[in-house]
């Protein structure tokens, strides 16, 4: 098994949180507790939930989350010059149910974007202290790229930024600080989380892209720039990854097609070392766009799906890794489940025990593949 991340068996970040926290959540948004006690039952369930990991066989672990709403919001708002707008982005999504609508707060550009203080440092700092062996502690933000995707231009106040490189400009600098203080407190394995580069494959996707003005056909080489500004000065040892779905909130989807749009410039120039991806079920189109990573980039095929409690098919999920093997060598694969269990505080539709069963499995099949 490697010994560096992304390694052979690993998950996207997002876990399912408890019943006791959820409830610790809305008795803190009643005002019967206080941010001291939240944060107890926090740190009680984050330990809890590395535990798991651990015996689960994972060689890396996160803390599921626990302390967001969502997987970018609760980021995104923490960056200086952004703020909460009054109304709500309404973006929707798809099961085979039928739609439902993700409506968090919109969001609002009205100074110049900077740093104010180390985002989840606290956090980080606790996922550490729990962490133990050869574990290692995985820290997940959103990618820059999802403080434009989200927003579009006309979150972006133009007397702020009249030129929107200046935007794009500050918007790098902030991350690729946050970045380095990272590296500085000992983070060797940092995720971006990105839904734009996989939505902008969707041609519905783009369309919405460009009636809102903009070069649709063009923005992903925008953002891949985006990330490789975030992420070039970091420094030897910290690697970093990248997690691209095509939308997960309650067991629904947002976006639908095969990685083949971005796929020659996205795995040829995003300056990452391993690339986690979505890959369990026909939305997320073939292996062939493996064709264009290259040399000593990793790949971790998210073959297990986190939507349905269901428990794969071992021999299913070896006979996937096989066809991917041609576009791209067996050595430069691992696994993984297609998303994040718990994207936002709601979770997906499945069971505690069926999600470890899930990380399990995975563990499992990796060392039957890799050894």
Not at 14 to 27: G, H, K, M
Not at 95 to 105: K, L, Q, R, S, V
Not at 241 to 264: I, K
Not at 323 to 330: G, T
């Amino acid at each position: 098994m490697r010994s560096t991340p992304p390694f052979r068996a690993d998950h996207v970040g997002s876990l399912l949180r408890p019943a006791r926290l959820l409830a610790a959540r809305d008795d803190f948004a009643a005002g019967r507790i206080d941010a001291a006690a939240l944060r107890a039952i926090e740190d009680e369930a984050i330990a809890e939930v590395v535990a798991m990991q651990a015996e689960a066989g994972l060689q890396s672990a996160t803390d599921g989350e626990f302390r967001r709403a969502s997987w970018h919001m609760d980021f995104i708002y923490q960056l200086g010059g952004i703020s909460k707008a009054p109304g709500n982005l309404a973006v929707k999504f798809h099961n085979p149910g039928g739609d439902i609508e993700f409506t968090p707060a919109a969001l609002h550009v009205g100074s110049k974007i900077r740093l104010d203080h180390t985002i989840f440092a606290d956090d980080f700092g606790y996922l550490q202290s729990v962490v133990s062996g050869p574990v290692t502690p995985k820290l997940t933000i959103p990618s820059p790229n999802m403080v434009h995707y989200r927003g579009g231009p006309a979150s972006i106040d133009p007397a702020v930024y009249p030129d929107m490189e200046e935007f794009w400009s500050d918007l790098s600098a902030a991350y690729a600080e946050q970045v380095r203080r990272l590296a500085e407190m000992g983070c060797r394995y940092l995720q971006l989380d990105d839904t734009s580069l996989a939505y902008l494959n969707d041609p519905a996707q783009r369309a919405e892209i460009a009636e809102r003005g903009e070069d649709a056909e063009h923005l992903h080489l925008r953002y891949i720039k985006q990330v490789n500004d975030a992420v070039g000065g970091r420094p030897e040892g910290m690697a970093v990854t990248t997690h691209m779905c095509r939308g997960n909130f309650r067991s629904s989807w947002a976006a639908a097609g095969g990685y083949d749009f971005v796929a020659e410039a996205l795995f040829s120039e995003l300056n990452v070392d391993g690339f986690f991806l979505e890959y369990d079920d026909e939305r997320s189109g073939g292996f062939e766009p493996l064709r264009f990573v290259p040399k000593g980039k990793m790949v971790v095929l998210g073959l297990v799906t986190t939507k349905r409690g269901a428990l794969e098919d071992p021999d299913t999920l070896k006979r996937r890794i096989d066809e991917a093997a041609r576009f791209v060598p067996l050595d430069q694969l691992c696994l993984s489940p297609q998303c994040g269990f718990s994207s936002t505080v709601e979770g997906n539709v499945l069971t505690a025990a069926e999600q470890a069963a899930k990380l399990r499995l995975i563990v499992d099949v990796a060392r039957e593949v890799w050894g």
